[in-house]
C-alpha cells in the first residue's frame, strides 16, 4: 500500500510552490503533530535540505521530494493530498484517516478494531458537532458498551446516531459485534436540545 497518494493537481501545485524557494533543493514534509491522540493534526512544510534527518523516509515524485519522519510513518498510510481550484482560488487537503489511531490488523482482537474504527471514522464525524464516542466494554455476547461525551452528552439525537451511525458501521466491519449499547447518562448532559 502506498503510504501517501498525492495527486497529480497537489503535485502540480508542490512543484509550483517549490520553484519560488530562493534555496536549492527544498522539499516538502509531511507530518503528524500528536500523532495516535484525539488532537492529532496532520501538516505539510517546506524541508529544507538541513532539516532532512538520516532516518527520514524519503517518497520520491516528479520534480521533488516528501520527507516523512518515523514517528509519523505509521499514522500517514493510506494519507492522500489533493489540490482543487475554483473561482476563489485553491485549496489543498490532506486526509490522514490513520493519524488519530494507528491501522490495526484485521487479527487484532475485537476491543482495539473497535477503538480504531471509532478514532478513526466515527469519531472524526462527531467531532463535527463537538462530540466523541468511547468503547467501554465488549460483552461475552456481542454488544459494545459506549460512553459519548462532548456535544452528544445530553444531545436528543444521540439514539439515531447511535442506531443509524455507530451501531450500522460497527456490526458491517466489525464481525465479533451484534449491538451496541449507550452507556452514557444523557440526563446529566449540558447539552441544550436534550428533551
Do not use: W
Not at 78 to 93: N, V
Amino acid at each position: 500500500m502506498q503510504l501517501i497518494t498525492i495527486s497529480e493537481s497537489a503535485q502540480a501545485h508542490f512543484r509550483k510552490l517549490l520553484s519560488s524557494q530562493d534555496e536549492e533543493g527544498v522539499n516538502i514534509r509531511v507530518f503528524v503533530v500528536n500523532p495516535g491522540t484525539p488532537n492529532a493534526e496532520c501538516g505539510v512544510s517546506y524541508c529544507p535540505p538541513d532539516a532532512v534527518e538520516e532516518d527520514d523516509m524519503e517518497l520520491k515524485y516528479e520534480g521533488f521530494s516528501a520527507m516523512v519522519d518515523p514517528d509519523s510513518a505509521a499514522y500517514l498510510e493510506a494519507a492522500e493530498i489533493d489540490y482543487q481550484t475554483d473561482k476563489l482560488g485553491g485549496q489543498l487537503t490532506l486526509k490522514a484517516p490513520n493519524a488519530k489511531a494507528r491501522k490495526v490488523a484485521d487479527d487484532a482482537p475485537a476491543e482495539d478494531r473497535i477503538r480504531y474504527l471509532l478514532e478513526s471514522e466515527i469519531n472524526p464525524q462527531l467531532a463535527n458537532h463537538g462530540g466523541r464516542v468511547a468503547l467501554i466494554e465488549l460483552t461475552p455476547e456481542g454488544y459494545a458498551i459506549l460512553q459519548f461525551g462532548g456535544g452528544c452528552h445530553g444531545c436528543s439525537m444521540v439514539d439515531v446516531t447511535l442506531k443509524e451511525g455507530v451501531e450500522k458501521t460497527m456490526v458491517e466491519r466489525i464481525p465479533e459485534v451484534v449491538g451496541v449499547r449507550d452507556a452514557t447518562e444523557h440526563e446529566t448532559g449540558e447539552n441544550p436540545y436534550y428533551s
